[in-house]
T-cell receptor, first 112, second 117 residues
Framework: AQTVTQSQPEMSVQEAETVTLSCTYD???????LFWYKQPPSRQMILVIR??????QNATENRFSVNFQKAAKSFSLKISDSQLGDAAMYFC?????????FGAGTILRVKS | DGGITQSPKYLFRKEGQNVTLSCEQNLNHDAMYWYRQDPGQGLRLIYYSQIVNDFQKGDIAEGYSVSREKKESFPLTVTSAQKNPTAFYLCASSIELWASLGYDEQYFGPGTRLTVT
């Protein structure tokens, strides 16, 4: 079964600085999708970024980018120029057949 | 505006009572999902439905039941058999279950916080 591990329960970053959230996963499949979701205090899940495993190029969405290392099964999220609105729980997820498998989440705190 | 609605936002029940959580979407999505979120854990899949009148158990279906009589609606019933029902419940939908490239995003509702005492 696929598993997703987020080893950092909590991270802090100073406003305008850069932070990287870690995620590793375990799978025997060769083709899959990976996601980062953001859950702010409102608890609404918001898709931040998506990566297709067959693409070597790392996905980028404005201030958010990923470092996808397929051989190492690693999928980290980098947030540049951190803003107060980035404070949230961040979940890494792996798309396995019909469902998403989520990691336990990382709480990101942004200091002003 | 298209989206997913879940009601109510907060729900309180006495132990031993069944309770039904509502999920409605107007995105014209075929696939719908129910997740449970507990502190310190990621989302876990309870049930999912590919199409009307069809649904499948997820990883933690015991003590739950669902129905899919309409494309727009996927209510979840938490039965008295669920041993630890207090949790945050999220409903989601996607265009199709066996999603092709670019159509795999799941859209989430705002969630329902269920407290059973």
């Amino acid at each position: 079964a696929q598993t997703v591990t987020q080893s950092q329960p909590e991270m802090s970053v100073q406003e305008a600085e850069t932070v990287t959230l870690s995620c590793t996963y375990d799978t025997s499949e060769s083709d899959y999708y990976l996601f980062w979701y953001k859950q702010p205090p409102s608890r609404q899940m918001i898709l931040v970024i998506r990566q297709e495993a067959y693409k070597q190029q790392n996905a980028t969405e404005n201030r958010f980018s990923v470092n996808f290392q397929k051989a190492a099964k690693s999928f980290s999220l980098k947030i540049s120029d951190s803003q107060l609105g980035d404070a949230a729980m961040y979940f890494c997820a792996y798309r396995s057949a019909v469902k998403l498998v989520f990691g336990a989440g990382t709480i990101l705190r942004v200091k002003s | 505006d298209g989206g997913i609605t879940q009601s109510p936002k907060y729900l309180f029940r006495k132990e031993g009572q069944n309770v039904t959580l509502s999920c409605e979407q107007n995105l014209n999505h075929d696939a719908m999902y129910w997740y449970r979120q507990d502190p310190g854990q990621g989302l876990r899949l309870i049930y999912y439905s590919q199409i009307v009148n069809d649904f499948q158990k997820g990883d933690i279906a015991e003590g739950y039941s669902v129905s899919r009589e309409k494309k727009e609606s996927f209510p979840l019933t938490v039965t008295s058999a669920q041993k630890n029902p207090t949790a945050f419940y999220l409903c989601a939908s996607s265009i199709e279950l066996w999603a092709s490239l670019g159509y795999d995003e799941q859209y989430f509702g705002p969630g329902t916080r269920l407290t059973v005492t």
